[in-house]
């Protein structure tokens, strides 16, 4: 009995490949005969971590079979051909409107994948969601097979290497450092989190600096759009960061005074574990997963009001025992992520599977 991990790609950093490494490597230790295949692979991913899908052998009845599905592929319509018991890794899919006017083969990719979506409704024998909000959108489709939820898999160890030195001398000179980190793409909304920085800055603190850490490669336009609205409101100190080494990476959440996140779209939402694991407050507008993944800690805005998140802002960096007390609560709510915690879930999933429990 094997089990393998199939996904469109591999990457170096992208998150729904780090799930899938790390699901491996969690099905190994338990001594499980397991494998990504993969249809590319990065060059900067390590030698042996995943096969080429061309490579991929015939599977038996009795293996499994885990999809990563997060974007449109075929291989959403190829995997009920194939033999084993079919499960789904769902991470969610941005809604295609998002991307109009800015990047067609991005809003035809997400169109794509929830035909593919669809299409599996009723072909595929269980589903581990990486949030509550994927499980629910999966019934809204139909979905009438087991599903449970079972988080992102993160190895924080990798959290402890050495920041980037020289991010770190440059700006620890006593200035807040506000930051949100995610790809700059239109689904999270950058604009709004620079439109609550305006009014921080203008009304609380005039020498704040706002670090947007993310790659914009592929949403050049929406890259040029953000920067044309910094320009319109007039206001210093925002940065993009573009794609940075991950030590970089560190270094942003290591300065991090707060942690403001205005997304609208996220099947889950990893930089908020990363700032918890930071220990660094966060301020967040209640939108698709962010919620849950969250639990009831950090702040949490029901509606886009800037004049509001820029007060909360300055309360989470100035009142000492507000921003204690969101820390430790964001401290607790992590301990519900650990990589030994979520690795129990996936060995209780795949006891489940195999009629263990």
């Known amino acids: 009995m094997r089990i393998v991990q199939i ?14 490494i790390a699901i491996k490597r969690a099905l190994s230790e338990r001594g499980y005969d397991t494998q990504i295949y ?11 971590t995943a096969v080429l899908l061309d490579k991929m052998p015939q599977f038996h009845d009795e293996d499994i079979v885990i999809l990563h599905l997060a974007s449109g592929h075929h291989l959403n319509f190829d995997i009920d051909k194939m033999n084993g018991k079919k499960i789904i890794r769902y991470h969610n899919i941005t809604p295609p409107h998002f991307f109009a006017g800015y990047d067609r083969n991005s809003q035809y990719a997400c169109s794509f994948g929830y035909e593919g ?13 990486v949030s509550e909000y994927n499980k629910q959108g999966l019934r809204r489709m139909g979905y009438t097979c087991d599903i449970d939820v079972m988080p992102i898999l993160i190895p924080f160890d990798d959290y402890k290497q050495k920041p980037d030195e020289k991010t770190i001398q440059e700006y620890s000179d006593g200035k807040t450092n506000v930051v949100f980190t995610g790809r700059i793409v239109p689904n999270k909304k950058q604009e709004d989190v620079i439109r609550a920085f305006h009014l921080y800055k203008k009304h609380y603190d005039p020498v704040a600096r706002l670090f947007l850490v ?33 030590d970089q990476i560190l270094a942003y959440y290591t300065l991090a005074d707060v942690f403001v996140c205005m997304s609208e779209h996220e099947g889950f939402c990893i930089p ?7 220990r660094t407050p966060i301020l967040a507008y209640d939108s698709s997963a962010i919620g849950g993944t969250l639990g009831g ?16 802002m300055n309360r989470l960096v100035r009142d000492e025992a507000l921003r204690k ?8 709510h992590l301990e519900n992520f650990t990589y030994k915690a979520i690795k129990g879930k996936l060995y209780e999933c795949m006891d489940k599977v195999l009629g263990e429990n």
């Not at 908020?272 to 930071?278: I, K, N, R, V, Y």
Request: hydrophobic fraction near 35%; charge should be negative.
């Open 7 to 20: 996904v469109p790609n591999i990457s170096y950093g992208d998150g729904v490949s780090n799930d899938c």
């Open 325 to 332: 007390d969101v820390i430790e609560n964001q401290n607790r």
């Open 297 to 312: 800690t950090g702040v949490l805005l029901p509606e886009k009001d800037p004049a509001l998140a820029a007060g909360w």
């Open 272 to 278: 908020l574990l990363e700032a918890m694991h930071f």
């Open 117 to 129: 979506l669809r299409y599996l409704a009723d072909k595929v024998d269980y589903v581990i969601a």
């Open 38 to 48: 993969a249809e590319s692979i990065s060059p900067k991913v390590e030698s042996g």
């Open 214 to 246: 993310g790659s914009y490669k592929g949403m050049e336009r929406y890259y040029e759009r953000l920067q044309g609205y910094v320009q319109k409101l007039g206001v210093q100190d925002v940065c993009f960061t573009g794609h940075i080494p991950f």
